[in-house]
């Protein structure tokens, strides 16, 4: 079953709307894992699930979390694609794997069927974007194995907008493209697309008189970060919306006209928070732990995302009552490290960093000194940057965050530059007094 065209926007429902639908879904599908899904069969019969026997409020608690390190080693038992599969080899059409960032990839299989679903579950994406048939898209995306916007490409098909491939692309390339294909919506990461206006500033094009009016990005927290938006949109003249998804799970989240948080779109996903105390709630702050509703050729149940989230149960101010993960996706429960006490996140050293126009790429290196983590911080200049910008970012991180992090400045083109999802965040061991 794909996302109902005809529903409201953006999830105009009331919680028992939410939970019925949702129901009904897992109600059709389950049974059909039950029997097909050597993986899932395991963990429902652990919940009591048996068959065509409708699964409980509590029942649905005790089916067991599923993790990536599961699936990755479920693939390396049962090479190459594992267990989670529900049908057939041969119902199967695409076939996607994660990006490798956090560890082995993992290959996920769609039908024919669930890559509809794929498709259908950009449309409140882009609805939300206000891109409609009209538009011409542009995707700055390598379109290899890793889903990407893969999904996003079909999804903007089945809009009907015309789709601008930038696959083999060199950066200088693709600025030009956009230009001359007259682009009004540009797709990529945050990282990416402020990599793309420096190489337009570079070749002395301005992206702002260009068509662009909308940009949408993934792959990292950069869009729901204050200052980073306004960076993209100043330097590329657009309207910028973050979105999440994850090559397990599907395009789950999207911004809306508030550009506060992004939304769950509940039609589609079962999302849950897994409270540090262990407690799993329908809101509140934790990790993110989603089920989708279309996939099940090769579904996730109860996934561990690894994100952490803060999310809300309140209408919005565009008027849906889908969750809403408030600022976005804050970072992975694993890139959290603690400063003298203080927790810290990327996503938190970026909303500082990106608000110093000065600022061209940057790093954080986690090091190790006398058995505590301190920051180390080195950012590129921009022409003509004012001194004592390291002092300044010092003190903004410091005031802000309550930690000290010593910030040293480098020459333009000195840091790597990213395409995919940015590697800023690096983690050092340094022995006391070296």
């Given at each position: 079953m794909g996302v109902d065209r005809d529903a409201p926007a953006l999830g105009s429902w009331s919680d028992d709307e939410r939970r019925e639908t949702q129901w009904e879904r897992l109600a059709r599908g389950l049974p059909e894992v039950f029997r097909g899904n050597a993986f899932y069969r395991h963990k429902l019969t652990a919940a009591g699930f048996a068959g065509d026997l409708g699964i409980t409020a509590d029942s649905w608690r005790s089916i067991p979390f599923t993790t990536k390190a599961e699936?990755?080693?479920?693939?390396?038992?049962?090479?190459?694609?594992?267990?989670?599969?529900?049908?057939?080899?041969?119902?199967?059409?695409?076939?996607?794997?994660?990006?490798?960032?956090?560890?082995?990839?993992?290959?996920?299989?769609?039908?024919?069927?669930?890559?509809?679903?794929?498709?259908?579950?950009?449309?409140?994406?882009?609805?939300?974007?206000?891109?409609?048939?009209?538009?011409?898209?542009?995707?700055?995306?390598?379109?290899?194995?890793?889903?990407?916007?893969?999904?996003?490409?079909?999804?903007?098909?089945?809009?009907?907008?015309?789709?601008?491939?930038?696959?083999?692309?060199?950066?200088?390339?693709?600025?030009?493209?956009?230009?001359?294909?007259?682009?009004?919506?540009?797709?990529?990461?945050?990282?990416?697309?402020?990599?793309?206006?420096?190489?337009?500033?570079?070749?002395?094009?301005?992206?702002?008189?260009?068509?662009l009016r909308v940009s949408i990005h993934a792959g990292e927290a950069g869009a729901s970060i204050p200052a980073t938006r306004e960076r993209i949109e100043t330097d590329l003249g657009v309207e910028s919306f973050d979105h999440a998804g994850a090559t397990e799970i599907g395009a789950y989240g999207f911004s809306c006209g508030a550009r506060d948080g992004l939304h769950v779109n509940e039609r589609e996903f079962v999302a849950e928070i897994l409270a540090d105390d262990g407690g799993v709630r329908d809101e509140g702050e934790g990790e993110l732990v989603m089920t989708n509703l279309g996939r099940w050729g090769m579904p996730a149940i109860r996934y561990r995302t690894g994100d952490r989230v803060r999310a809300v149960r309140r209408r919005c101010s565009c008027g849906s009552g889908f969750l809403k993960l408030e600022g976005g996706i804050a970072g992975r429960v694993d890139d959290m490290v603690t400063v003298r006490g203080v927790?810290?996140?990327?996503?938190?050293?970026?909303?500082?960093?990106?608000?110093?126009?000065?600022?061209?790429?940057?790093?954080?290196?986690v090091v190790r000194v006398h058995e505590m983590d301190e920051l180390r911080c080195t950012v590129e200049t921009r022409e003509?940057?004012?001194?004592?910008?390291?002092?300044?970012?010092?003190?903004?991180?410091?005031?802000?965050?309550?930690i000290r992090c010593a910030v040293e400045t480098t020459a333009p083109g000195t840091l790597p530059r990213f395409e995919m999802k940015a590697k800023r965040f690096v983690s050092k061991h340094e022995e006391a007094g070296v």
């Open positions: 699936l990755s080693q479920d693939q390396a038992t049962h090479p190459p694609y594992g267990t989670n599969l529900t049908y057939p080899l041969e119902r199967y059409v695409r076939l996607h794997q994660t990006s490798g960032t956090t560890g082995r990839p993992v290959r996920m299989l769609d039908t024919r069927e669930s890559w509809q679903w794929w498709r259908e579950c950009w449309r409140p994406i882009y609805r939300a974007a206000g891109v409609t048939a009209a538009d011409r898209i542009f995707f700055a995306f390598s379109f290899g194995p890793f889903v990407g916007f893969w999904s996003a490409f079909a999804g903007a098909e089945e809009l009907g907008a015309m789709c601008i491939t930038g696959g083999a692309m060199s950066t200088r390339e693709r600025v030009a493209a956009i230009v001359e294909t007259e682009a009004t919506v540009l797709l990529c990461t945050p990282t990416y697309a402020l990599r793309l206006a420096e190489t337009a500033r570079h070749d002395g094009i301005d992206l702002v008189t260009s068509s927790n810290v996140f990327p996503s938190a050293i970026e909303a500082i960093v990106r608000r110093f126009a000065d600022v061209g790429e940057y790093r954080i290196e003509g940057a004012s001194d004592g910008l390291a002092e300044h970012l010092a003190s903004a991180i410091h005031r802000d965050l309550g």
